[in-house]
């Protein structure tokens, strides 16, 4: 990944490299716990959007503001 010299924070937005000028990739099937919660959503995100398929463990799929063809909600608990 290529990102500028420089100091970063949290909360930076850091530069996606385009789809384009990306090595041929092959989509991965990724397992995400917590897709609801701050971080996760944003891998979430960035999953779909890199075309990927997910399936994504969830404890209130209510929460869950996406919808996307590649996304699998499950609802549960890690704990249990």
């Known amino acids: 990944t290529y990102l500028p010299k420089g100091r970063y ?4 937005s850091f530069p996606r490299i385009p ?3 990306k090595k041929k ?5 990724i397992a995400l716990f917590g897709a609801t919660g701050r971080t996760g959503n944003e891998f979430l995100k960035m999953a779909l ?3 990927h398929e997910v399936r994504a463990l969830v ?3 209510e929460k869950n503001t996406i ?3 590649m ?9 249990d």
Request: charged share 25%; net charge neutral; glycine share 10%.
């Open 25 to 29: 990739q092959k989509s991965m099937k």
């Open 67 to 69: 919808e996307h063809p």
């Open 71 to 79: 996304l699998t909600l499950v609802k549960g608990d890690v704990l």
């Open 49 to 51: 959007s890199d075309g």
């Open 19 to 21: 789809v384009n000028l």
């Open 59 to 61: 404890r209130s799929p």
């Open 9 to 12: 924070s949290i909360g930076d």
